[in-house]
């Protein structure tokens, strides 16, 4: 009996490729758009009130503590304890995130973790 590898269908591909293009693309704008674009940047810092300048501020304390990497690692690692979408999408999401932003090293761990993954059997249908 040969056992299923852990794949994703058709439907689900494409949810993944809404979640890794929204996540990258958001991350993009963020980054080129308000913390490399220094006119948005330095208003932020001093003390402009508004959406994207709380998301700049959150975005930056994040990178700090390299949040994105570690959700990624934390869900990428479950994944393949236990493979689940909902654990490749949030893992998809924060290292396309976290790859933008810069924590590259935790989050391109997590990538190739979630590649591993896909060598996975599949979890037993109940």
């Known amino acids: 009996m040969q056992t299923r590898l852990f794949l994703p269908t058709?439907?689900?591909?494409?949810?993944?490729?809404i979640v890794g293009f929204l996540s990258v693309g958001y991350a993009?704008?963020?980054?080129?758009?308000a913390i490399e674009y220094a006119p948005v940047a330095l208003a932020c810092q001093g003390g402009m009130q508004s959406a994207?300048?709380?998301?700049?501020?959150t975005v930056i304390v994040f990178f700090?503590?390299?949040v994105f990497g570690w959700v990624a690692l934390v869900a990428a690692l479950l994944n393949l304890v236990r493979p689940s979408m909902v654990?490749?999408?949030?893992a998809l999401a924060a290292a396309g995130f976290g790859l933008v932003m810069h924590n590259a090293g935790l989050c391109a761990l997590?990538?190739?973790?979630?590649?591993l993954s896909l060598a996975r059997p599949a979890p037993a249908e109940e």
């Open 28 to 33: 993009i704008y963020l980054r080129y758009l």
């Open 110 to 115: 997590a990538a190739a973790l979630l590649v």
């Open 87 to 90: 654990l490749v999408t949030v």
């Open 52 to 57: 994207l300048c709380t998301t700049f501020r």
């Open 10 to 17: 058709a439907r689900q591909t494409n949810w993944l490729l």
């Open 64 to 66: 700090n503590y390299s």
